[in-house]
């Protein structure tokens, strides 16, 4: 079992930053990949950016360049480091962790981006 919890989001005006934190525990040696997803109202959750172990990283075409996804394995943390961010990026986002045959999802956190 893997507990997630999500932290960071906010009000943030367009061309700002947040830094989202997802801290993990449990058995977290099993984790395999991580992932942030982002849900706004009426659509599907999407993935904005995954980690595979502790370097491999992909991301949504949208985010390339603004977006950093990073992991701390001896704090056992997630940071998802969102710059120059846009009103489209708003959403609420969720942490995902990905083990062999299970995956664990957090409770998500709300990022608005808004003058």
């Known amino acids: 079992q893997v507990q997630l919890v999500e932290s960071g989001g906010g009000l943030v005006q367009p061309g700002g930053s947040l830094r989202l934190s997802c801290v993990a525990s449990g058995t977290t040696l099993r984790i395999n990949a991580m992932g942030w997803y982002r849900q706004a109202p009426g659509d599907q959750r999407e993935l904005v950016a995954g980690?595979?172990?502790?370097?491999?990283?992909k991301y949504a075409d949208s985010v390339k360049g603004r977006f950093t996804i990073s992991r701390d394995r001896i704090k056992n943390v997630m940071y998802l480091q969102m710059d120059s961010l846009k009103p489209e990026d708003a959403g609420v986002y969720y942490c995902?962790?990905?083990?062999?045959?299970?995956?664990?999802w957090g409770q998500g956190t709300q990022v608005t981006v808004s003058s």
């Open positions: 980690i595979v172990g502790f370097t491999e990283t």
């Open positions: 995902k962790a990905v083990m062999p045959g299970r995956d664990f």
